[in-house]
C-alpha cells in the first residue's frame, strides 16, 4: 500500500471510491509477496498488483460490488479454482487475497481515526502496523504503533502481542485467536544503516546502501577520515564523534543495520558496547578471523555473553572472495539484504 499512497490520496481528494484488494497468504510459486496490493475505482481505473496479471480480472469482478456496499470479501485463488486457471495462475501457485472497500470512506468514528493516523505515518516515515479483520461482510481495523499503542476499537491483548511480534519479525501475516481472524499488515519506516568508519570501502557500501532504500549514517571520530573521505554518494548523515555520543540518538531496533568498518579496536569496541546491547537486525565486523579472535577476547573481558558476541558477522560480509573495496562492499550489502529478507 505505501507506494500506492500518492494515487489513494488523489482518489481520496477526488471523493472517487474505490476498493483494495490484498494478498494476505500464498502457497507455491505465486508472483506477488504477500502485502503487496491492487486498488480498484468504481470507473475500473488501477494501480497495483496482487499476481502480475494473473487473476487480477476476478480481483477487480470481486471488487466492483464491494465500492458500493462498503463490505469486504475473501477470495482464494489456486490450482483446484477454475477461474484461476483460465486467467493464468502460475503452475502450483495459490493466493489468498482480501478485498474490501478502502477503508477512507468508512463513516464509523473508529474507521476514520485508523485511516487519519494510518496516512500520517507512512507520509512522515514512522512505523505501524494495521490489522485487518478477515470477514466477508464489514470488516474493521485498528492500527498498532511500535510502543503498544492502539488506534480504533477493542482488540484482544493477544492480536496486539501478536502484531508487535510481526513487526519485529518483518513479516506480513495472518493473525489467529479462537475462531477469529486479522491481516498484520507491517509498515516500516524506512532501514538505516549504521556504518561505523569512513574508509574506502565505506563509499562503495553507502552508494549500494542508498541504491536499496537504506538510509545511511556514517560515524567516525577521526576528523581526517570523517571530512576527507570523497562520497560520490553522500551519506544522509556523518557525524565526527564517536559511535557511542550518537548511537542512542538513533532507533536500535529490527529495521536497524550496523556495519563497523573502523579496523581500530577503540572505535569499533566503543560500538559493540552499544549495539550488542541493543535490538539491532544485524552487527557485522571486518578483520580477519585472527582479527575477530582478538575482537572476541576483548569483549569477553568487557563481560559480554557468548550468545551476545555470536550476534556479529565476522569476517563481514558473503564470501564471494572480494578482493577490493567495491567487492567487500558489495559482499556486505549481499550478507545485510540476506538479514533484512529473514523473516519474508
Not at 562520497?231 to 542512542?248: G, I, T
Request: proline fraction near 5%; aromatic fraction near 8%.
Amino acid at each position: 500500500m505505501k507506494d500506492l499512497l500518492p494515487t489513494i490520496n488523489t482518489w481520496i481528494a477526488e471523493s472517487k471510491p474505490f476498493a483494495i484488494a490484498t494478498v494476505i497468504k500464498t502457497w507455491g510459486s505465486s508472483p506477488r509477496q504477500v502485502g503487496s496490493s491492487l486498488i480498484v475505482s468504481g470507473e475500473m481505473e488501477m494501480a497495483g498488483s496482487v499476481s502480475g496479471g494473473c487473476v487480477e480480472g476476478a480481483v477487480i469482478k470481486a471488487a466492483l460490488p464491494l465500492i458500493e456496499s462498503g463490505t469486504s470479501e475473501l477470495l482464494n485463488f489456486g490450482v483446484t479454482n477454475e477461474e484461476a486457471w483460465s486467467v493464468g495462475l502460475t503452475c502450483g501457485g495459490k493466493v489468498e487475497v482480501f478485498v474490501e472497500r478502502f477503508i477512507s470512506f468508512d463513516k464509523r468514528q473508529g474507521e476514520k481515526d485508523v485511516w487519519q493516523k494510518l496516512n500520517a505515518c507512512l507520509k512522515s516515515n514512522q512505523p505501524c502496523i494495521l490489522l485487518s479483520k478477515l470477514v466477508s461482510g464489514q470488516g474493521g481495523h485498528n492500527l498498532i504503533l511500535p510502543d503498544g499503542k492502539v488506534i480504533g476499537d477493542f482488540i484482544p491483548l493477544a492480536w496486539k502481542e501478536k502484531a508487535l511480534v510481526a513487526y519485529k519479525e518483518r513479516k506480513n501475516q495472518i493473525i489467529e485467536e479462537g475462531n477469529a481472524q486479522c491481516f498484520a499488515q507491517v509498515f516500516p519506516r524506512k532501514s538505516q544503516m549504521l556504518i561505523i568508519g569512513a574508509a574506502h570501502i565505506t563509499t562503495h557500501l553507502v552508494q549500494l546502501a542508498n541504491m536499496y532504500g537504506f538510509e545511511t549514517i556514517v560515524i567516525d571520530p577521526r576528523g581526517v577520515f570523517a571530512n576527507k573521505t570523497q562520497f560520490p554518494h553522500p551519506p544522509n548523515q556523518l557525524f565526527e564523534k564517536y559511535p557511542s555520543e550518537v548511537l542512542s540518538d538513533f532507533t536500535l531496533d529490527a529495521y536497524t543495520y550496523a556495519v563497523i568498518l573502523s579496523h581500530d579496536p577503540k572505535i569499533d569496541d566503543n560500538a559493540l558496547h552499544v549495539l550488542l546491547k541493543s535490538g539491532v537486525a544485524y552487527i557485522g565486523a571486518l578483520g580477519s578471523r585472527k582479527t575477530h579472535a582478538k575482537r572476541i577476547v576483548r569483549l569477553q573481558e568487557a563481560g559480554f555473553s557468548e550468545a551476545e558476541i555470536a550476534r556479529i558477522h565476522a569476517p563481514v560480509g558473503v564470501d564471494i572472495q572480494a578482493k577490493t573495496p567495491a567487492e567487500i562492499a558489495l559482499s556486505v550489502m549481499g550478507e545485510v539484504i540476506k538479514a533484512k529478507n529473514e523473516f519474508l
